[in-house]
Nanobody, 123 residues
Framework: QVQLVESGGGLVQAGGSLRLSCAASGRTFSNYVMGWFRQAPGKEREFVGGIRWNDESTYYIDSVKGRFTISRDNAKNTVTLQMNSLKPEDTAVYYC????????????????WGQGTQVTVSS
């Protein structure tokens, strides 16, 4: 049973930066992919990007590419979402998820999810 806890959210002005952390416990992650999702008011939950644990390969959606960076720390069992050049449209609750499988085809709904952390970007 993987447990995930997000931290690092907050209020920033447009153009600012935030770093979100997802602390994972309970398992090893050699066969896992880790994902970041976000959900803005009135919108469906959106896949932002993810990382394959064992080789650190990453994927990002176009709207965050070049601004967001996902990394992991094997020793700390932590996944980080570094967000730069933030825009008001990035405002959302951000969630991390963990699941065995492939980065783009895994069934995230069957994985483990954190509680979420609020990111608010003011204009």
């Amino acid at each position: 049973q993987v447990q995930l806890v997000e931290s690092g959210g907050g209020l920033v002005q447009a153009g600012g930066s935030l770093r979100l952390s997802c602390a994972a416990s309970g398992r090893t992650f050699s066969n896992y992919v880790m994902g970041w999702f976000r959900q803005a008011p009135g919108k469906e939950r959106e896949f932002v990007g993810g990382i394959r644990w064992n080789d650190e390969s990453t994927y990002y959606i176009d709207s965050v590419k070049g601004r967001f960076t996902i990394s992991r720390d094997n020793a700390k069992n932590t996944v980080t979402l570094q967000m730069n050049s933030l825009k008001p449209e990035d405002t959302a609750v951000y969630y991390c998820a963990a699941k065995t499988g492939a980065l783009l085809s895994t069934n995230w709904r069957q994985g483990s999810w954190g509680q979420g952390t609020q990111v608010t970007v003011s204009s």
